[in-house]
């Protein structure tokens, strides 16, 4: 876990993948980040398992997290 919000998000942001996400399964939350800037990305948010992300980068998708 700490690689994919250290390591592989520096690489990704740096890369310019324009949208990441990364599943927390032990804190049952959705780490959603966009915009990349340098080693980083611009914005961010957390998304609770049970809620819907929505994505900031294609329109019309979106994931359903109830039965994760």
Do not use: C
């Amino acid at each position: 876990m700490s690689d994919d919000l250290g390591v592989m998000l520096r690489i990704y942001a740096q890369a310019g993948v324009p949208e990441y996400w990364v599943a927390d399964v032990k804190a049952r939350v959705i780490h959603q980040m966009w915009a990349p800037s340098g080693l980083t990305y611009a914005e961010r948010r957390v998304i609770t398992f049970g809620d819907r992300v929505q994505s900031e980068t294609m329109n019309g998708l979106g994931v359903d997290t109830a039965a994760l």
